[in-house]
């Protein structure tokens, strides 16, 4: 299926103008579900500028209606020649210049959420060299103490389909070989639909682990540190409600 020029400039615009779906826009611009509520959510794609499909003859506004009208309506691209050969496109990922400050970061999400993906699948995802992502695997990097991990998809450097794809091929790839993976690495190779429906596992702080178990020793009643003596005693005066020590001169005989 044919997909509009400047995808998501186009998004960007149908979230903004109409009420159409997100799994629609989705479908429509051949970005994932996820991506499309980033940008109604403020996001993904922060200073894009809205790309009007119906102005650019890209989209009719009859069309625009029938998939407000009907969420199961699929929107359809108009014929249009400059957009003919653009999923044909070869060569390097392009990053914009306000984002390659970012791809480091990105780097370092990748390496430490995802590290059963291969090199060459980083610098696929997120358009950069293998000694770039050496450096930060083994720290070496000169920046590698201001970096922070962050997640590519919220970067705008791939789509979250990509990196599905890429996190699939490479559970696909360690099983043909045999290897065997963690509790935690299994729950990372899971779709983001399957991600979403989870339930958050409850964690203990490991401050507090094994607090959990402590009793009293053996023997020991907590009923029992409590002076049974309490209850026999005499408050109707303030002497013995505070019970305030005697006089030392009071009883000594002169």
Request: hydrophobic share 35%; with cysteine; aromatic share 6%.
């Amino acid at each position: 299926m044919a997909k509009p020029i400047m995808a998501k400039a186009t998004a960007v615009w149908l979230v903004d103008n109409t009420t159409i779906s997100f799994k629609q826009i989705a479908d429509f611009v051949g970005m994932h579900e996820l991506e499309i509520q980033g940008i109604a959510d403020g996001d993904v794609a922060t200073g894009v500028k809205g790309f009007d499909p119906i102005a650019n003859n890209q989209l009719t506004q009859e069309e625009i209606d029938a998939a407000e009208g009907s969420p199961m309506h699929k929107l359809k691209l108009k014929f249009n020649a400059s957009a003919v050969g653009e999923e044909k496109r070869r060569g390097p990922r392009y990053t914009p210049l306000s984002k390659r400050q970012d791809r480091p970061n990105s780097i370092l999400w990748l390496v430490k959420f995802h590290p059963e993906l291969a090199d060459a699948q980083i610098a696929k995802l997120v358009g950069t060299t293998k000694p770039t992502i050496q450096s930060i695997r083994e720290r070496t990097h000169w920046n590698i103490s201001n970096m922070q991990p962050i997640d590519p998809v919220a970067l705008g450097l791939c789509k979250q389909t990509e990196l599905d794809a890429a996190v699939q091929k490479a559970a696909a790839k360690q099983a043909a070989e045999g290897n065997i993976m963690s509790d935690d690495e299994r729950r990372k190779l899971v779709s983001t639909e399957q991600s979403l429906e989870m339930e958050a596992e409850p964690r203990m702080p490991s401050a507090i682990e094994g607090l959990e178990t402590f009793t009293l020793g053996a023997g020991e009643d907590t009923a029992g540190l409590e002076d049974p003596r309490e209850d026999d005693k005499d408050f109707s005066d303030a002497d013995s409600f505070f019970d305030l020590p005697g006089d030392s001169d009071e009883g000594e005989q002169p």
